[in-house]
């Protein structure tokens, strides 16, 4: 079975054709090509929803062109479309679908919309097999939250943030340090250089005793810092010390938070995605106090087609046929921050 996977939920344009068994399992990746827009958006410090989707529209066709080309695949070779449905931006979001719906229309395969967070997660069967269920860290730009994942449509929401998401967290603090845009990496890199004990600043909700995160403290706790002290020169030991702290706070966040998610979810394999999932503390830390730790491959973690045609054929079962295929629609939010708190998780 073949399965084309379309993800432009955000910033990344990114095109995928997955070869898989007839039961969407065993995949192996044919081709895959992604365009990241991180210069063109780093003179806004951030993502503009209308520029990210007009260049996801001049760039979807030619790298369309190019994952076929390399792949040696025709179009009516296809036998499945996963596209990111939601959530995400509307703008881009919308941009993805339409070439779903196109290739839907012209060839009458089936479409399957994609929730990208559980695609986060499943990412990790393209280069393992963990058996479900499984407790989910989904750590993104956008998104912060634990699930409980019971089958490949079973997803039970067991903690979330209250506020920002800790990609937030790395990206509005690195701004904040007059870094570049997208920080996380840059905070990453230089937090190796530095001592993570040198600065306090706080956990958020560390003694809530639940599985809910809050980073919107920890931010403003960076931006009286740096009010006060002024913003380090780049290459100083300064720089070094007070990012090595500041994500040492965003990791023992993660870290606590986990010990009451398995508290709730039992004790079940841990696997961790989204963007954030590449930081190589998050990864050693994790792994240094849990045991049974699956963390998805860097080249899995940002967003990419790969993990929404991977976890599309996974679904095929319940794609939905042309011409029901063109109706669908996509929508931005999967959680609603200000219902965190009166949810039962």
């Given at each position: 079975?073949?399965?084309?996977?379309?993800?432009?939920?955000?910033?990344?344009?990114?095109?995928?054709?997955?070869?898989?068994?007839?039961?969407?399992?065993?995949?192996?990746?044919?081709?895959?090509?992604?365009?990241?827009?991180?210069?063109?958006?780093?003179?806004?410090?951030?993502?503009?929803?209308?520029?990210?989707?007009?260049?996801?529209?001049?760039?979807?066709?030619?790298?369309?062109?190019?994952?076929?080309?390399?792949?040696?695949?025709?179009?009516?070779?296809?036998?499945?479309?996963?596209?990111?449905?939601?959530?995400?931006?509307?703008?881009?979001?919308?941009?993805?679908?339409?070439?779903?719906?196109?290739?839907?229309?012209?060839?009458k395969v089936p479409v399957y919309p994609v929730n990208h967070l559980y695609a986060h997660l499943e990412a990790i069967h393209l280069s393992e097999e963990?058996?479900?269920?499984?407790?989910?860290?989904?750590?993104?730009?956008?998104?912060?939250?634990?699930?409980?994942?019971?089958?490949?449509?079973?997803?039970?929401?067991?903690?979330?943030?209250?506020?920002?998401?800790?990609?937030?967290?790395?990206?509005?603090?690195?701004?904040?340090?007059?870094?570049?845009?997208?920080?996380?990496?840059?905070?990453?890199?230089?937090?190796?250089?530095?001592?993570?004990?040198?600065?306090?600043?706080?956990?958020?909700?560390?003694?809530?005793?639940?599985?809910?995160?809050?980073?919107?403290?920890?931010?403003?706790?960076?931006?009286?810092?740096?009010?006060?002290?002024?913003?380090?020169?780049?290459?100083?030991?300064?720089?070094?010390?007070?990012?090595?702290?500041?994500?040492?706070?965003?990791?023992?966040?993660?870290?606590?938070?986990?010990?009451?998610?398995?508290?709730?979810?039992?004790?079940?394999?841990?696997?961790?995605?989204?963007?954030?999932?590449?930081?190589?503390?998050?990864?050693?830390?994790?792994?240094?106090?849990?045991?049974?730790?699956?963390?998805?491959?860097?080249?899995?973690?940002?967003?990419?087609?790969?993990?929404?045609?991977?976890?599309?054929?996974?679904?095929?079962?319940?794609?939905?046929?042309?011409?029901?295929?063109?109706?669908?629609?996509?929508?931005?939010?999967?959680?609603?921050?200000?219902?965190?708190?009166?949810?039962?998780?």
């Open positions: 079975m073949i399965t084309l996977g379309v993800e432009t939920s955000c910033d990344d344009t990114s095109i995928c054709l997955l070869k898989t068994d007839q039961q969407g399992l065993s995949p192996e990746v044919l081709a895959h090509e992604s365009f990241s827009q991180e210069k063109i958006l780093a003179k806004w410090g951030g993502v503009v929803p209308e520029i990210a989707a007009r260049n996801h529209l001049e760039k979807l066709q030619p790298l369309i062109e190019y994952v076929f080309d390399a792949a040696s695949v025709k179009l009516t070779e296809v036998d499945l479309v996963g596209v990111t449905s939601y959530p995400g931006l509307l703008g881009p979001l919308l941009t993805g679908l339409n070439l779903a719906k196109t290739i839907s229309l012209l060839t963990v058996p479900y269920p499984y407790l989910g860290l989904v750590i993104s730009g956008g998104h912060t939250l634990f699930l409980k994942v019971s089958g490949v449509e079973q997803f039970e929401i067991l903690g979330s943030t209250i506020d920002d998401a800790v990609g937030e967290a790395f990206d509005k603090g690195g701004k904040l340090l007059g870094l570049p845009y997208p920080a996380g990496r840059h905070i990453d890199d230089l937090a190796k250089k530095g001592n993570k004990k040198a600065h306090s600043f706080p956990i958020g909700m560390e003694h809530s005793k639940d599985a809910n995160f809050s980073f919107s403290g920890l931010k403003t706790s960076l931006r009286t810092w740096v009010e006060k002290e002024g913003k380090p020169d780049a290459e100083s030991t300064n720089m070094f010390d007070v990012c090595a702290s500041y994500q040492e706070a965003i990791v023992e966040a993660l870290r606590i938070k986990t010990k009451y998610a398995f508290q709730k979810a039992g004790n079940l394999p841990l696997v961790v995605g989204g963007g954030v999932a590449c930081n190589s503390r998050v990864r050693a830390v994790l792994k240094e106090y849990y045991d049974n730790v699956h963390i998805v491959l860097p080249k899995f973690c940002t967003d990419n087609g790969a993990m929404i045609a991977n976890y599309a054929a996974r679904c095929h079962k319940l794609a939905i046929p042309y011409p029901d295929s063109l109706k669908i629609d996509a929508r931005g939010r999967f959680i609603d921050k200000n219902e965190v708190q009166k949810a039962p998780f």
